[in-house]
């Protein structure tokens, strides 16, 4: 359980990242350490204006996977922002932007939700993943 | 099996995966060694969430039941 699990997130839809987000709270519960790297649109989903907002679903979802997501979320799942807060609570997650996609979206690290520790380059999370898996999102 | 003093109750029922492990996670880090805690849980993957988090956790699971769709499990924290 000592190896991380390394999460490259891409995509900033909020079913993807709800995905993602239950990865990591599930990885946190057994003390699996998660590093998780924000790209592109799942990084500008991370901009603390926009971490509430609506970021809609992938294209797959369609019509009906829109009402079975909003009934979820109805029935009391918590939004993903808030899954990976209490990931983070329990200890061992990483989440860290992109630098390349920092300055694709023009940001700033104070631009950023609380739920960023910080900002690397692709080189770092690389050599911080070591041999352990990498899964991208 | 002879009655056991349960020192916390975790109420994950409607919680969908995987807050009720979560949750357990997050109880079991601040009670004392040996205590006794009771989940309760509608999750349909919290029987076999449940079993594999205590057994790579090293966290005992006394018991485990269910009562139409609540499962109740009672986890002593080593």
């Known amino acids: ?137 | 099996m002879p009655t056991l003093a349960i020192s916390h109750t975790i109420d994950a029922r409607g919680l969908s995966c995987p807050m009720p492990i979560v949750k357990t996670a997050q109880v079991c880090r601040v009670v004392p060694a040996g205590s006794v805690v009771e989940l309760l849980a509608t999750d349909q993957g919290s029987t076999k969430d449940v079993s594999a988090w205590c057994r790579a956790t090293g966290n005992e699971l006394l018991d485990q039941t269910v009562d139409g769709s609540v499962y109740r499990f009672l986890i002593r924290r080593n």
């Open chain 1, 1 to 137: 359980m000592d190896e991380s699990l390394n999460l490259v997130l891409f995509s900033g839809t909020d079913d993807k990242l709800q995905a993602a987000a239950v990865l990591t709270a599930g990885a946190a519960a057994l003390g699996k350490p998660v590093k998780i790297f924000l790209q592109y649109w799942a990084l500008d989903a991370f901009r603390a204006a926009n971490v509430g907002a609506d970021h809609g679903l992938a294209p797959e979802a369609g019509a009906a996977g829109r009402l079975a997501v909003d009934a979820l979320a109805r029935a009391g799942q918590a939004p993903w922002a808030e899954t990976f807060r209490q990931a983070k609570e329990l200890g061992g997650i990483d989440i860290e932007a992109c630098s390349l996609s920092m300055d694709l979206l023009k940001l700033e690290p104070s631009d950023l939700d609380p739920l960023v520790d910080g900002v690397e380059g692709v080189t770092a999370f690389y050599l911080n993943a070591g041999d352990g898996q990498i899964v991208f999102i």
